[in-house]
């Protein structure tokens, strides 16, 4: 708890205020003491500080400043402003702390003033509680700031002199509560009226009562601490009332308007409202309802405060039983999964076993199925890091797993197929290498290759290289042409022995004629002639001609069996650019045969196939 006084000061010396604050003073004469040499004496514990100007040049500064602006030239003027803040001695501050807090209060209600500030923590009487001493100059040196309690511009003007009014009174004194109650001090209410208590009645009955040893306390305020003690316990008026005629033997007489207390002591009661502010009979009617307010409040608010506290209790022990449920609950959970998993691993690794011993015992065993089969088997640890989809699995049989891993080769074949396309085309040149178109269309066979139809062994064999390819080529041109001999004189004795029975006139040349009777002298005539199987991508356009019947007016039926003879696959006819060829080739063929046979329109074919049949 804070309080705030005011001192006006109209000597001239501004440096005996210097001593005061710095020297010990006798508290009841106000005389300084002094030592066994007479000297005065320094007080053992204090701070002092200036403001605006040297705690030692305090004095003359002051002057120099008042003969500046021509102030304080009568005795009669105020030259400087005493301010005193005391605190309560429980008060938990330090000098340093007290010494800030002046020098704030300076600089927001004298600004531009010098003065000194000092911080004594030995209070009178022996209470021992620090309190502040600011000493100011009451002329301003430099301007100040206008503030709200200021009404002239001289309250805050440079050169002029300090106001004490009331209104700067108030704000300072409602600033001292506002920055104790921050410090977190106990603090009364300074805006409050004082008691009117006469001085010097005060003054002897606190004298009176000192005799008996018990204190210092007058009857006023032995009255007026009785009341406060008893106010926060009772309900009323008359409760009070009966309290202290009771407890205390006072003689109490209440009127309609008025209340006299007298303690047993007393000659003469006296009145409440002589007591000061807040003992006449309204006014404690008053307090005593918001007394009684508060209490109830108080305790409703504790009353409400308790029921929170158990419907929070209680929904934390709902809460925390519920996550108790679910934790066991997921437990039993995890505990029945678990099992399940271990079921299903344990039926899982007998699948497994079974799979790897018939494998095993297999002489053609296969190392890849073997080493999948041991990837398979499940650890007793390592049971929980499975899912039961994962362990639900089947596990391939050694078909299955060489089919995915056909598929899976292929897919890297073909991959490999088409990059070596794609080298090909950019990197073969067709005139210096004849075979690149078909080492480009045995490269589409591989990309356009069904899965489906892929088996281990077609994946596992590897891809020629241009090379590789060539020379394979280079190595069936020659068996080729080795039999293009023989199918050649094959091809002849067959006509021979068609058109034995009626003979026609061929066109044969020197060469096969020797070929042919050198045949005829080699198969016995009694020999069974055997039809030869005619492979017809080894003849051309005009022996195939030849060799097969007039063609219809059904391309699509014509081009099929063109397809079926020379051997064409349906990987092979994938390819765009290869259809293009192979029906290049068969229209070709085709209207070579229709030149041949002159067949202009189908009834002229059924005609000619008429006369081939009877000829035949």
Excluded at 368 to 389: C, G, H, M, P, W
């Amino acid at each position: 708890m804070a309080i705030l006084k005011h001192i006006s000061v109209k000597n001239r010396f501004y440096s005996l205020a210097v001593e005061y604050l710095t020297c010990q003073f006798d508290e009841y004469t106000n005389k300084p003491v002094l030592d066994e040499k007479g000297r005065i004496q320094e007080r053992e514990n204090y701070l002092i500080a200036g403001v605006n100007c040297e705690v030692d040049s305090f004095g003359a500064e002051c002057i120099e400043t008042n003969r500046l602006y021509g102030k304080n030239n009568s005795v009669k003027y105020v030259k400087a402003h005493h301010y005193i803040i005391s605190f309560e001695p429980n008060d938990p501050i330090t000098m340093e702390q007290a010494l800030e807090f002046g020098t704030q209060w300076l600089d927001a209600f004298a600004p531009g003033h010098q003065a000194v500030v000092a911080v004594h923590p030995d209070g009178h009487n022996g209470s021992q509680n620090m309190h502040i001493h600011m000493v100011i100059n009451s002329v301003r040196k430099y301007a100040g700031k206008q503030s709200r309690w200021h009404d002239k511009p001289c309250e805050w003007k440079q050169g002029c002199k300090h106001k004490s009014t009331g209104k700067m009174m108030f704000h300072a004194k409602k600033w001292v509560m506002e920055k104790c109650i921050r410090l977190g001090f106990g603090q009364v209410d300074l805006l409050a009226k004082k008691h009117t208590d006469n001085y010097w009645v005060e003054k002897r009955l606190m004298n009176q009562n000192a005799k008996d040893g018990v204190g210092v306390t007058s009857n006023r305020e032995l009255i007026r601490d009785t009341i406060d003690k008893l106010l926060p316990f009772v309900d009323s008026f008359e409760q009070l009332v009966e309290c202290l005629q009771f407890m205390y033997g006072w003689k109490i007489r209440v009127t309609n308007k008025t209340v006299t207390f007298s303690t047993p002591d007393m000659k003469q009661g006296i009145r409440g409202n002589k007591l000061g502010e807040g003992y006449g009979k309204t006014e404690l009617v008053d307090r005593i309802a918001k007394i009684v307010a508060e209490r109830n409040a108080e305790k409703e608010a504790r009353r409400i405060a308790e029921e929170e506290a158990r419907v929070k209790a209680e929904a934390l022990a709902r809460e925390e039983a519920a996550r108790k449920e679910k934790e066991l609950q997921e437990e039993r959970k995890q505990t029945e999964l678990l099992a399940r998993k271990r079921k299903l691993a344990f039926s899982r690794n007998s699948i497994q076993q079974d799979y790897c011993r018939k494998e095993l015992e297999c002489e053609d065993w296969n190392r890849d199925y073997v080493d999948y089969l041991q990837s398979q088997f499940i650890k007793v640890n390592d049971i929980a890091r499975f899912t039961e989809e994962e362990l639900v699995v089947p596990i391939m049989s050694r078909e299955e797993f060489e089919r995915q891993q056909a598929v899976e080769l292929y897919q890297e074949k073909a991959a490999k197929a088409r990059e070596l396309w794609e080298d090909a085309l950019k990197g073969i040149s067709s005139v210096t290498h004849k075979w690149k178109w078909e080492y480009m269309d045995y490269l589409e066979g591989i990309k356009y290759q069904d899965t489906a139809d892929v088996t281990l062994e077609m994946a596992k064999e590897e891809i020629m290289s241009y090379e590789e390819f060539a020379e394979l080529k280079e190595a069936e041109k020659e068996i080729q042409e080795q039999d293009s001999d023989i199918a050649e004189a094959s091809k002849i004795v067959t006509i021979q022995i068609d058109t034995m029975d009626e003979p026609q006139a061929t066109v044969v040349s020197e060469e096969t004629e020797a070929e042919i009777s050198e045949i005829e002298e080699t198969v016995p005539e009694d020999a069974e002639v055997v039809p030869k199987v005619i492979d017809y991508t080894k003849l051309s356009i005009e022996e195939r001609a030849s060799l097969l019947p007039a063609p219809t007016g059904d391309y699509t039926a014509e081009y099929d069996a063109y397809c079926r003879r020379m051997g064409y696959t349906a990987e092979k006819m994938k390819s765009i650019r290869y259809k293009m060829d192979v029906y290049d080739e068969f229209m070709e063929e085709y209207q070579y045969r229709k030149k041949r046979y002159g067949v202009r329109d189908n009834s002229r074919i059924v005609k000619l196939e008429e006369k081939n049949k009877g000829v035949r």
